[in-house]
């Protein structure tokens, strides 16, 4: 069955680094587009779209609020995505998944939680 695992989540200070990762499993992987998602706590646990990487890799796409401090990239070798972020603000604290666009599997990870603080 498609599964999605995120990991690297942590505890982190505002203007810090982290990378996050995320299996994706029963599904051919190299087929879809894959998103990141973020779920924060601040604005009533709606999540929102927070970068997408093209099926080869080589197109990506932000929200404006991370465009410049993010970077999406994927190894389909691994079946694994990536988000590097970089000068993490505290706004920038959320639980982060990932998927393909529209869920079309149904499904969500347990995903990761990223909390921005000093």
């Known amino acids: 069955q498609v599964q999605f695992v995120e990991s690297g989540g942590a505890l982190v200070q505002p203007g810090g680094s982290l990378r996050i990762s995320c299996h994706g499993s029963?599904?051919?992987?190299?087929?879809?587009?894959m998103n990141w998602y973020r779920q924060p706590t601040r604005s009533g646990n709606e999540r929102e779209f927070v970068?997408?990487?093209?099926?080869?890799?080589?197109?990506?796409s932000y929200d404006t609020s991370v465009r410049n401090r993010f970077t999406i990239s994927r190894d389909n070798a691994k079946n694994m995505v990536y988000l590097d972020m970089r000068y993490l603000e505290p706004e920038d604290t959320a639980v982060y998944y990932c998927?393909?666009?529209?869920?079309?599997?149904?499904?969500w990870g347990q995903g990761t939680q990223v909390t921005v603080s000093s």
């Open positions: 998927n393909a666009p529209g869920d079309p599997f149904h499904v």
């Open positions: 029963g599904f051919d992987f190299s087929d879809f587009v």
């Open positions: 970068a997408s990487v093209s099926r080869t890799g080589g197109g990506q």
